[in-house]
């Protein structure tokens, strides 16, 4: 039997590629390259490009490679996009979904896994939070993936299908050994964002809003490694193919750090004091938003690089090696 990625060409979607083939389990990968990077997947992997929205092309794939489970990265993710084009976000996210859905429900798909988001959340206050919250989501971002998750509850509920919902707090990093990082053109998160002006692809970035409820005044986010994300997907595909039950699971630290004390650490590991300009609020930001991941731990995810410095060094190495190979195309 064999996964299916959805937007396997993306951030958090190739590192889990390279999970998989780490643990011997080739994938193939569905991607329409909208934000993702074909180089992002190594060639032994079957990719092709296309929509998830397109039921017809995802059931040819379900039947000629025997798939048995899909997991769903392929999404928009940016939350000011989100409130600028709200209608665009529940296309690609909820509609989108709803046709990968009945696909899956066509082709006879036992196991799915959706990437889900503390957007879903709101405000939370500073507590971490567990996954029985009420969901009260702040933008178009966070309601495109709530709607997707009550589709998947409710077509568990009705058909053949078992699911993990993984709601992901703030991904970061890359792979510790050098094959990925993120590669988006445009990104907004944070500590990209951070290590770009660090590496004078910037020439200053911007915090946003200094006067939230938080210690310093910045958001307060936890973040991730994206490796140690990528390996949750192991664990909640091994709990589905064992006859787990459906479950709707955190995946974070739970510890938050500030924007600040985020923009802090890139300087001590870059060695550089680059410069930085208050702004206003971004509209849809909640201030601060921590995860409790017991449940996740319990179904055998065990956090391996837990540590902010590492993640950006990670995170840095990548940033740097982009830079290198630029340069290189460009001297061609
Ligand atoms: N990055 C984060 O901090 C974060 C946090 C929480 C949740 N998530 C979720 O994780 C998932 C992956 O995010 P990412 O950071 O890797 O983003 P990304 O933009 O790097 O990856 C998304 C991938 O999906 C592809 N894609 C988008 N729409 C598609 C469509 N209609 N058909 C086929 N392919 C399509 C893109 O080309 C891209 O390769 C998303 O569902 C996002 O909502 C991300
Ligand atoms: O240049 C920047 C970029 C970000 N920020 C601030 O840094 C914090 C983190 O922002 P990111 O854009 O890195 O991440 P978000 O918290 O907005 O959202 C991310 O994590 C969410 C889950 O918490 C969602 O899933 C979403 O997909 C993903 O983009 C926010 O307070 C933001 O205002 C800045 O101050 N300056």
């Known amino acids: 039997m064999t996964i299916l990625i959805t937007g396997g060409a993306g951030f958090i979607g190739g590192h889990t590629v390279l999970a998989f083939l780490d643990r011997g389990e080739i994938p193939i990968v569905l991607d329409d390259l909208s934000t993702g990077n074909r180089a992002a997947i190594p060639s032994d992997v079957p990719f092709f490009a296309g929509d998830v929205g397109d039921t017809e092309l995802v059931l040819r794939l379900v039947q000629n490679h025997r798939i048995d489970a899909i ?10 996009e989100s409130v600028a084009d709200p209608l665009n976000y529940y296309l690609n ?7 990968l859905l009945q696909a899956a429900v066509r082709g006879k798909v036992k196991h799915f896994v959706f990437s889900s988001t503390a957007a879903v959340y709101g405000n939370t206050g500073s507590k971490s939070v567990s996954e029985t ?3 009260a989501p702040l933008s178009p971002y966070g309601r495109s993936k709530l709607m997707s998750e009550y589709m998947l509850v409710d077509a568990g509920e009705a058909y053949d299908l078992r699911y993990v919902i993984l709601r992901y707090f703030n991904v970061a990093g890359a792979d510790p050994a050098g094959r990925l990082g993120q590669s988006t053109p445009g990104a907004t998160h944070l500590i990209k964002v951070a290590l770009e002006t660090a590496l004078r692809r910037r020439t200053y970035m911007s915090i946003y809003g200094s006067d939230y409820p938080t210690p310093d005044g910045t958001c307060v986010r936890d973040y991730v490694h994206v490796s ?13 193919r064992n006859g787990g039950e459906s479950r709707t699971l955190n995946c974070g630290y739970g510890r938050g750090y500030s924007v600040r004390e985020v923009v802090d650490t890139v300087r001590n590991i870059t060695g550089v004091d680059f410069e930085i300009r208050q702004a206003p ?15 996740l731990m319990k179904l055998g995810w065990k956090p391996e690089l837990n540590d902010l410095a590492k993640m950006i060094e990670h995170a840095h190495n990548w940033e740097s090696k982009l830079i290198a190979a630029e340069s290189r195309t460009a001297i061609r």
Not at 93 to 99: E, F, G, L, R, Y
Not at 228 to 240: T, V
């Open 93 to 99: 996210n909820t509609v989108k979904t709803h046709a």
């Open 71 to 80: 997991l769903h990265f392929a999404a928009k993710i940016v939350v000011p």
């Open 281 to 295: 609020r971004r509209e849809g930001d909640p201030a601060s938003i921590v995860a409790n991941s017991d449940q």
């Open 228 to 240: 140690d994300l990528a390996r949750a997907h192991l664990a909640a595909l091994d709990h589905l």
């Open 133 to 135: 919250a009420d969901p």
